[in-house]
């Protein structure tokens, strides 16, 4: 089975400053992992994925996130929040040998204080 | 650009109706998918279909049922609404690679009164 944790129901952060959402996840085999965000009244939007290759992946809007195999994490990270960065993020997961189930985490929600 | 389009941003349907969601993508993708969206519990996968008329079960398909007769155009159906499946209803579409990302429609907020 495979499953995703996102420990933090909301991250407050000001403008400016760097951003952190986390993210932990479990699969038996392979993980592919993915962060998607959602803005007010909108579906969601792709934003990065880790599948293989470099622990560190660079994504849209400035964004990026680190796979760490040992410790299961893949954080999203932006090293100078923007108001416009306030909005819903999901962290989602699939394992190598699980086909096309995508399971998300609850989501974090984002907000940049001017 | 892939477009995924689903037929109503808001619904309200009385208890017992029959409802219909329809989801159509323009990008010639082989797996769609339908979600249902609930505060704290992000997003979970009703049914998937990765081809035309199969379909697989997610992890809440109870009171769902899917229909796949197109390529591009995938329907999510509650037999008999029920209060507990208020909810924000999302499709998404995919290519076959598993590494591929999925891209989501606008969603559809239904409320069974």
């Known amino acids: 089975a495979q499953s995703v944790a996102q420990p933090e129901d909301q991250v407050n952060v000001a403008e400016g400053n760097p951003l952190t959402v986390k993210c932990t996840y479990s699969v038996s085999g392979n993980p592919y992992l993915f962060w998607y965000v959602q803005y007010p009244n909108r579906g969601l939007q792709f934003l990065l994925k880790y599948i293989t290759g470099d622990n560190l992946v660079k994504g849209s809007y400035g964004f990026e996130a680190e796979f760490n195999k040992s410790q299961t994490s893949f954080h999203l990270k932006k090293p100078s929040a923007l108001v416009s960065d306030s909005a819903l993020y999901f962290c989602?997961?699939?394992?190598?040998?699980?086909?096309?189930?995508?399971?998300f985490g609850g989501g974090t929600r984002l907000m940049v204080k001017p | 650009d892939v477009k995924v389009t689903q037929s109503s941003r808001y619904l309200v349907k009385r208890t017992g109706e029959k409802v219909f969601l329809e989801c159509v993508q323009d990008m010639d993708h082989e797996n769609m998918f339908w979600y249902r969206q609930d505060p704290g519990l992000g997003l979970r996968l009703i049914y998937f279909?990765?081809?035309?008329?199969?379909?697989e079960k997610g992890d809440i398909p109870e009171g769902y049922s899917v229909s796949r007769e197109k390529k591009e155009r995938f329907s999510l159906i509650l037999e008999s609404a029920s209060t507990n499946q208020t909810s924000m209803y999302l499709c998404?579409?995919?290519?076959?690679?598993?590494?591929?990302?999925?891209?989501f429609g606008p969603g559809t907020r239904l409320t069974v009164t």
């Open positions: 989602a997961v699939r394992d190598y040998n699980a086909g096309n189930m995508l399971t």
């Open positions: 998404a579409s995919s290519l076959i690679d598993s590494r591929d990302e999925q891209y």
């Open positions: 279909s990765y081809d035309v008329k199969m379909k």
